[in-house]
Structures are given as structure tokens and as C-alpha cells.
């Protein structure tokens, strides 16, 4: 009688087994998709097909075109869910990233150091020459093309003209974090280090491996890029991608992780030239105050973002394989990266999926 319960046992476990693999192998994880370079083709995903609410679907268009939307995408595994163009903007037309596109200058910082050309942990002057600043030349040489990633130059950043006159003292390179323009000095570095021009090893070495379109522009003393909608959601999909085009690495993964981890132990919600979303606290632009919590609380916790002025956002969120893009005019007031935008647009993209 033992013998045979022990055999039944046995049975029923084997049984079990081959039923959970079964399983598995019936629901593969879908594929990263990653549409042609050139042409308008990319696979899309319904809502249905996900089983997410189609009803929270109208609330958050609504609100998107409310707020002065001109576009809004989200990708799932790289396909397209949702593509919306609002007020005569559409698929075709260019629209500034604004800062939203430090991002650009912190890859294509990262892939000139995989190339060998530069170190970021060096000092800027020594690919642009001393004398950048109106520092003391000890001052000057404690900032590192790191500082300039991580906006802990030390530098004033009361004015956006990084001239040398403009550039004056503040701290000691590390000390402070502060939203700067000055960041756009690393365009100039990686330009010399290249010996080439900056749009041009931009669009050799990221934009055209990518399938972009687009150019960058200068506005005052800012340089800008421009591009389509679905340009900016391939920039976004190769981040959720760590940096790699299908098999295609273009940005190791290595700076990958450092860019989108905490880089510095001041605002704790900045990587390099990317916000972070989930820490324990965070600075905002032009502010010397630490702000507890997460960044946008109603969104996922691991996000990471390129946030620009009124309201220019790419967010990646690796935990559920997602891009969101939204371009247009400022949702309500005129801001520099972040506002009370982030949270509601949150709750209504939540309502999709739960």
C-alpha cells in the first residue's frame, strides 16, 4: 500500500512538472522590436492585446490636448500603443526637445569615451583649453567633464551664457549641485576630441545608427535639437534597450548604468544629464532645496527621464519595457523641466494597466 502511494506521489509530481513547463513554453516574453531606419513602417500593439482599460484611453487624450499637447506616443517592447497628434501638429513636423535633450549630449558624451577619444573624468581643459572660465586657473582645473555631467560644476548659475566672462566661481568643483547651462561644454569637448564638428559626430555615430531625424539649433545661448516625435521615442527605445539598437551596441552598457544611476550624493534624483525617478529625495532646477520623495510619485519607481522646458518629456520605465513622449507648448505655466503636469498625466497613464 505504501509502494503505491509513493507511486502515485511521484506521478502526480512528474505530471505537475511537465504541466508548468508546458505553460511557460506557451507564453513566450515578447521580443524587443525595433523599427527599420529608414521609412515610416513600426509594428504596433493594441490595447486589447495588452488587456489594458480601453476606457482610460479617452480621459488621458483629452487631458493630453487640454494641456497644449502637440504629440504623445508610448511604445510596450518597442511597438506602438498609443501615437496622438493635436492641434495641427502630426507625424511629420519637428518640434525642440529643449532639455530634454542634455540626454544627447550625455550619450554621445559616452560614446566618445567607449571610442577612446575622451575620459570624463579628466578635466575640461584639457580638450578645451584653460582659460574657459574666470576661475583661478586651481579653480578651473578641479572641474571634470564628470562635473559637467552631474551639473556640480560649481559654477554660478545665475546667467545661461557660458562665455568666460559668465563663467565665475561659486564653489569648489563637487560641492554644489545646480541646474547649469554650462553642460553644453561638453559638446565642445567632444567636438575637439573628434576633430570633428559636434552635429556631425552626433549624426554619424548616434542619429543616423538610430533612424532619427532632426538637427540641432542655436537659440541664443543654448544649443537645441529638433526632431519628430517618433525620433525622439527611437532615442527612448534605445535607452530601454541599455544603449543597443537590436544587437548594435551604440552606447556601452557600462556608462549606460552609471548615466542612469545617482551620480552624485547632492540631488540624488540626477544621473548624468538624466533625472531619476524613486529616490529618496531631489533637487529641482534653479533651487538649492532638498525635496523629499520621489520626483513624480504616481509614476514607477525605476523610471528615468529627459525632461526639457514646458513640458518636453521622454520617460523610460525598464519595469514594465515602456516609453512615453510627449512634446508641445507648457502644459500651464512656463517651467524649466519639471511640473505638477508629470503627476496628473501619471495617474492617467496608470489607468490604462491597472
Avoid at 84 to 104: E, I, M, P, R, V
Avoid at 153 to 180: F, I
Avoid at 266 to 284: D, F, S
Wanted: some cysteine.
Amino acid at each position: 500500500m505504501t509502494k503505491t502511494i509513493f507511486k502515485l506521489l511521484i506521478l502526480l509530481t512528474f505530471i505537475s512538472c511537465s504541466k508548468e513547463s508546458s505553460d511557460d513554453q506557451s507564453t513566450p516574453a515578447e521580443t524587443m522590436y525595433f523599427p527599420p531606419l529608414t521609412g515610416s513602417t513600426w509594428e504596433t500593439k493594441s490595447i486589447s492585446d495588452l488587456k489594458w482599460n480601453q476606457n482610460a484611453v479617452q480621459p488621458l487624450l483629452d487631458y493630453l490636448e487640454l494641456k497644449h499637447s502637440k504629440s504623445f506616443i508610448i511604445l510596450v517592447n518597442g511597438r506602438i500603443v498609443l501615437e496622438n497628434y493635436f492641434n495641427n501638429h502630426s507625424a511629420t513636423t519637428n518640434w525642440y526637445w529643449a532639455s530634454a535633450g542634455k540626454t544627447l549630449t550625455s550619450t554621445m558624451t559616452g560614446i566618445a569615451q567607449q571610442e577612446g577619444l575622451l575620459n570624463i573624468n579628466n578635466k575640461v581643459s584639457d580638450y578645451i583649453g584653460t582659460g574657459w572660465t574666470s576661475e583661478s586657473p586651481a579653480q578651473e582645473n578641479l572641474i571634470t567633464c564628470k562635473h559637467l555631467l552631474t551639473m556640480t560644476s560649481g559654477l554660478d548659475e545665475s546667467t545661461d551664457d557660458v562665455d568666460p566672462a559668465s563663467l565665475v566661481y561659486k564653489a569648489d568643483a563637487g560641492k554644489r549641485w545646480a541646474y547649469h547651462n554650462v553642460y553644453v561644454k561638453l559638446q565642445d569637448v567632444v567636438a575637439k576630441s573628434s576633430n570633428q564638428t559636434w552635429e556631425n559626430y552626433f549624426n554619424t555615430k548616434l542619429r543616423d545608427k538610430i533612424g532619427m531625424n532632426g538637427n540641432w539649433v542655436q537659440l541664443g545661448v543654448n544649443s537645441v535639437y529638433t526632431s519628430t516625435t517618433r525620433s525622439m521615442a527611437r532615442f527612448g527605445l534605445l535607452m530601454l534597450n541599455k544603449g543597443k539598437w537590436e544587437n548594435t551596441t551604440i552606447l556601452n552598457e557600462s556608462y549606460f548604468n552609471e548615466a542612469t544611476t545617482t551620480s552624485q550624493n547632492i540631488n540624488l534624483g540626477y544621473g548624468y544629464l538624466w533625472w531619476l525617478n524613486g529616490k529618496a529625495n531631489y533637487h529641482l532646477p534653479q533651487s538649492q532645496l532638498t525635496i523629499p520623495g520621489s520626483i513624480i510619485p504616481t509614476a514607477p519607481n525605476d523610471m528615468f527621464m529627459a525632461l526639457g522646458k514646458n513640458d518636453q518629456k521622454i520617460y523610460v520605465i525598464p519595469s514594465k519595457n515602456m516609453v512615453v513622449i510627449r512634446m508641445g507648448d507648457a502644459a500651464d505655466d512656463v517651467n524649466l523641466a519639471l511640473s505638477d503636469f508629470d503627476k496628473t498625466l501619471w495617474e492617467k497613464i496608470n489607468a490604462l494597466y491597472q
